[in-house]
């Protein structure tokens, strides 16, 4: 006989945490609208929100919807640092956690309960020790998959807690409306809703094939299984070393040859300078371009040997990029651009090669321009790590007078190896 399913799964999320940090730092800004950004709204507080904010917005609409909003460019290392002490908070509950970004990450607490108590019971206290420890609300879910825990968590929101016991998920997911399901944006919103599907419910009741007919075989599967809670999806604690990967909001910019460069350029300068001080090299790189109209396309490539040089992946995202484009030609303007290096390893003792693929196979094992870039990004993160990250920089990664994107660099967010 199977053992019954129990719902020990928890999803804590640090509630609009951007916003939620600022407010902790600079407590005159506490139950006041404001927002992470200047030119597009990174993130918005619940106060904010209550006006329509929302994270993407441009900063003009945002102003508009909230005459009072206030905008804070954002202190990122201090996200890292408090969503760090979250994390070992999760840590001292269950070894069993796994990070999935910045301010969120799934526990599964099976083995706790005979020491700390029933899932509610250790909820009830993570959220406790986070909020006195860190100085931060955290929403949490609980359930028997990881998929029903996060969409539970949702729901908790804001500073909430949400128990979902086994026998229960059809009852709780059956009157929410389909946006809570992972993966589902705007645009399959509105394609469930012309099919009359507006309700998690709905679409669990919906004939498979109509779902793979709309979305393909793959895509309709998976909303079909989510709709009536099938995940077997286990904890993965093995996420060191995932990906490392920063993004830059750069308001509404025609992609000119220099905006993208000099803001690749300076992603990937950050990015490989966090690989390198980790040790770490990744042999894959993604792009992500987001559009005026807020839709995002992203291009990945990967490479035979894992790099960490900063002119190597500025290259390579510089090229990915340009895919992107060249495969939306009417696209005029973007806001949003993103490096992310993922498939880690312990890093090489030196870069060797990257034949591109794309046309490019200058970088040959051993040559002196490879030696010359190892060189170079050493000397580099040498002189920061002695006067600051100011000290030294790429030259490519300024803005010319004409091309200059206005607060483009301090609207960055970052993710961490994990």
Known sequence: MEPVPAATILHADLDAFYASVEQLLEPNLRKRPIAVGGGVVLAASYEARSFGVAAGMSGWQARRLCPGLHFVHGHFAEYQRLGDQAVAVFRDFTPRVERISIDEAFLDVAGARNL?????????????????????????????????????????????????????????????????????????RDRLAGLGIRTIGDLAATPGVVMNQLFGKVAGNKLASLAINDDPRGIEMDRTGVSVGAQAAIGRREPSPTVVRSTLGYLADRVAGRLRAAHRAGRTVSVKVRFADLRSVTRSATVPVAISATLLITELATKLAGIALDDHPLEREITLLAISVSNLVDEAALQLELPLTLEDCRYRPGTRFASALWAVDRAMDAVRLRFGRGAVGYATNVYTDAERVPDAFRELAEHDIR
């Open 116 to 188: 700390l108590g029933s899932p509610r019971d250790i909820a009830v206290a993570i959220r406790g020790r986070v909020r006195s420890e860190v100085g931060l609300p955290v929403s949490v879910g609980v359930a028997t998959t990881k998929h029903l825990a996060k969409v539970a968590s949702q729901v908790a929101k804001p500073d909430g807690l949400v128990v979902v016991e086994h026998g229960e998920e059809g009852a709780f997911l059956g009157p929410l409306p389909v946006e809570l399901l992972w993966g589902v944006g705007p645009a399959t």
